[in-house]
């Protein structure tokens, strides 16, 4: 079965620096996608980020950048410059039609 | 844009209830899927539909029924709803076809739902 765990069910960062989310999941699969996705108190699912498996090279986007692993079966998030308007939580997600989400990441930004 | 649409935005039920969850999107999108998230829980799916006409059972599936009416619209029905079903409901959809899109799911507002 495919798993997907975040270990940090809540984490703070103070405004402008920098905070990495973890996320590791298990499948026997050779190609395909991860996700980060951003849930704010209005409770709406924002994508932050995708990667391809096959893809070697990190995605970014903005102020959002990824740390994967393949091998290690790790897809770690990275926020540069933290913003009030990051605090929310943050799922991280495998698959495609049959998705599979972790438990989520509180993340708080603090002034 | 509307994007994906979900109606009701919160409903309370009764135990032994009946209700029809209606999701609609406006993306010509091919693919539709509901979840459920439960607290410390994350969302879990209850069934996809691939396309017009098929659905699949996803993680959680059991007390709940679907229908693929349409490309635009995927109903979720609880035919006797339980406590167990108090959960906060997202349709979501995508497009499986365009290379830059692959997999990419696009949520609604979500339904609270509470059985008391």
């Known amino acids: 079965a495919q798993t997907v765990t975040q270990s940090q069910p809540e984490m703070s960062v103070q405004e402008a620096e920098t905070v990495t989310l973890s996320c590791t999941y298990d499948t026997s699969e050779n190609n395909y996608y991860l996700f980060w996705y951003k849930q704010p108190p209005s409770r709406q699912m924002i994508l932050v980020i995708r990667q391809e498996a096959y893809k070697q090279q990190n995605a970014t986007e903005n102020r959002f950048s990824v740390n994967f692993q393949k091998a290690a079966k790790s897809f770690s998030l990275k926020i540069s410059d933290s913003q009030l308007g990051d605090t929310a939580m943050y799922f991280c997600a495998f698959g495609g039609n049959d998705m599979r989400f972790g438990a989520g990441t509180r993340l708080t930004v603090k002034p | 844009n509307a994007g994906v649409t979900q109606t009701p935005k919160f409903q309370v039920l009764k135990t032994g209830q009946s209700m029809t969850l209606q999701c609609a999107q406006d993306m010509n999108h091919n693919s539709m899927y509901w979840y459920r998230q439960d607290p410390g829980m994350g969302l879990r799916l209850i069934y996809y539909?691939?396309?017009?006409?098929?659905?699949d059972k996803g993680e959680v599936p059991n007390g709940y029924n679907v229908s693929r009416l349409n490309k635009r619209e995927f109903s979720l029905r609880l035919e006797s709803a339980a406590p167990s079903q108090t959960s906060v409901y997202f349709c979501a959809s995508s497009d499986d076809r365009g290379l830059g899109t692959k997999n990419i799911q696009y949520f609604g507002a979500g339904t609270r739902l509470s059985v008391l």
């Open positions: 539909s691939a396309s017009e006409g098929t659905t």
